[in-house]
């Protein structure tokens, strides 16, 4: 069964900073569906990034995603006041057929 | 405008049931692969259920935490998803989201439905 591991658990910044959050897969990915998620307290989860690099709907650019094989980034370039958060990785296509990370709390400094 | 209303959600206690449902509007519904994911309070994202569009027959798919207790369907002409919830344990306690599924994503999500199983 696959994992996603998140680090840091927790991330503590300031607004105007950069921020970049890991997400390490148990196993080489198959395929490249490997997406990123923002979730605001008392708040559905909101899509950022699909398809490992590809910005949802009106997500600002400066949110961006990379990586391959087992090791993915989500990166945000000068961080806003809106932009603290919880964040998830999540991985489609094993057993189950999605997998999430545990999140990382990026918080403000 | 693409929108999911979650709605069923309450109070039950072990052993009982319940049925969520999830009403879509603009997008194609039967096009599209739907999920119902759970978050225990103060915990992370687990996904539950799913169930594909018409270009997968609407198959549906389940987590080993859920099966044989928890079921997806969907009424296409109504728009429709639900989740027929049986055998709760204290554990299914919840807020459960409805999403809508977009190349290995979950693109959209209702605003939640709490479960609360307790005796």
């Known amino acids: 069964e696959l994992v996603l591991t998140q680090s840091p658990g927790t991330l503590s910044l300031s607004p105007g900073e950069r921020a970049t959050l890991s997400c390490r897969a148990s196993?080489?990915?198959?395929?490249?569906?490997l997406a990123w998620y923002q979730q605001k307290s008392g708040q559905a989860p909101r899509l950022l990034i699909y398809?490992?690099?590809s910005r949802a709907t009106d997500i600002s650019d400066r949110f961006s995603g990379s990586g391959s094989g087992t090791d993915f980034t989500l990166t945000i370039s000068r961080l806003e006041p809106e932009d603290f958060a919880v964040y998830y990785c999540?991985?489609?296509?094993?057993?189950?057929?999605?997998?999430f990370g545990q999140g990382t709390k990026l918080e403000v400094k | 405008e693409v929108q999911l209303l979650d709605s069923g959600g309450g109070l039950v206690q072990p052993g009982g049931s319940l049925r969520l449902s999830c009403a879509a509007s603009g997008f194609s519904f039967s096009n599209t692969g739907m999920s119902w994911v759970r978050q225990a309070p103060g915990k992370g994202l687990e996904w539950v259920a799913g169930?594909?569009?018409?270009?997968?027959?609407?198959?549906?798919y389940y987590a080993d935490s859920v099966k044989g207790r928890l079921t997806i369907s969907r009424d296409n002409p109504k728009n429709t998803l639900y989740l027929q919830m049986s055998s709760l344990r204290v554990e299914d306690t919840a807020v459960y989201y409805c999403a809508k599924a977009l190349v290995g994503a979950l693109e959209a999500w209702g605003q939640g439905a709490l479960v609360t199983v307790s005796s």
């Open positions: 169930i594909y569009g018409s270009s997968g027959a609407f198959g549906t």
């Open positions: 999540q991985h489609y296509g094993g057993s189950p057929r999605y997998t």
């Open positions: 398809a490992v690099s």
């Open positions: 196993q080489s990915l198959s395929n490249n569906y």
